[in-house]
């Protein structure tokens, strides 16, 4: 999850979709509480990706480290 500051002016719609991963100081100063989301916060999360005014969240894969065992058919 990549938080672009210049673009953040820290409107809070992120924290009120998903208020367990952005937390928004009262200054306005976003803070990301949950850098790799778990599948039952993605919803909110991606609605925060959506629906942040200035669009300056972006999700970003970035290899989770999660050691889920897979099924490779290669
Ligand atoms: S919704 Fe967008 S602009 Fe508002 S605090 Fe979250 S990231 Fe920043």
Known sequence: MVVDRDLCQGHGVCESEAPAVFSVSKQGVLTILDESPGDARWA???????????????????????????????
């Open 44 to 74: 909110g999360v991606e609605h925060a990706v959506r629906f942040c005014p200035t669009g300056a969240l972006r999700i970003e894969d970035n290899g989770s480290a999660a050691a889920a065992p897979t099924d490779e058919d290669g």
